[in-house]
C-alpha cells in the first residue's frame, strides 16, 4: 500500500534548481534527469550533470540500478537542502534511461507545462 504522504516526482530540468525557483523548497518531490558523471560505492552517492550543472543524488534508497558513468539517469525523490546550502536529492526511484534524447525530453518538458498552464487558465474563466 502506497503512502498517504508520497507525492509524484515532478519533472525538473536541473538548471532550474536555482534557489529562486518555485521548485527549490525542502522536502520537494522532483524528477530529475542527467548524465552520471560519478559514483561513490562508499557513500552510495551519484552525482549527475546537464549542461554545466551538476546535482548529487543520494542513492542508499536504491536496488538493482547498476551505474555507469557516463549513461543517462532518471532519478524521483526528495529534494534535501542542507544547512550549508548543499542540495542532494533523496532518491526513491532511479533509472536508467540511456537511448532518451535528452534535449527532445526537455522541450516536451517545456511544451507540457505551457499545455498545463492554459489548460489551468481555461478552468479560471
Avoid at 532518471?74 to 534511461?97: H, K, M, P, S, Y
Amino acid at each position: 500500500m502506497a503512502s498517504a504522504g508520497l507525492k509524484p516526482g515532478v519533472p525538473v530540468i536541473l538548471r532550474e534548481l536555482e534557489p529562486s525557483s518555485e521548485m527549490f523548497k525542502q522536502g520537494a518531490s522532483l524528477r530529475v534527469t542527467g548524465t552520471l558523471q560519478s559514483y561513490d560505492v562508499d557513500s552510495a552517492t551519484a552525482v549527475i550533470q546537464d549542461g554545466s550543472v551538476s546535482l548529487k543524488i543520494d542513492t542508499q534508497n536504491l536496488r538493482d540500478v547498476s551505474f555507469r558513468t557516463n549513461s543517462a539517469y532518471q532519478f524521483i525523490g526528495e529534494l534535501l537542502i542542507r544547512e550549508d546550502n548543499e542540495v542532494i536529492l533523496q532518491a526513491r526511484i532511479g533509472r536508467n534511461v540511456d537511448g532518451l534524447d535528452l534535449n527532445l525530453y526537455q522541450q516536451s518538458l517545456l511544451i507540457r507545462r505551457q499545455y498545463e498552464e492554459k489548460l489551468r487558465s481555461t478552468r479560471r474563466t
